[in-house]
């Protein structure tokens, strides 16, 4: 299994792929804001989602896992 982490720390705006969803390198896969500033969040890895670990509304840190893939 391999995991998309949080490239920075802030509060979950959008979370844009669900679970069995396809996702590829350089993909979007969620928004971050920090700062007062919209962040995409792009996949470091490809695969499909296993498990969806962040929601709207949620705050998280840098390197906290937001995806796991298989």
Excluded: C, R, W, Y
Aim: a negative charge; charged letters at 25%; hydrophobic letters at 50%.
């Amino acid at each position: 299994m391999t995991e998309i982490v949080a490239t920075m720390a802030g509060t979950i705006l959008d979370v844009l792929m669900d679970k069995g969803d396809q996702v590829e390198v350089g993909k979007t896969v969620v928004i971050l804001e920090s700062m007062k500033m919209e962040i995409p969040i792009e996949a470091q890895h490809a695969g499909t989602i296993a498990e969806v670990k962040v929601a709207d509304g949620n705050f998280v840190n840098e390197g906290d896992v937001l995806f796991i893939l298989k």
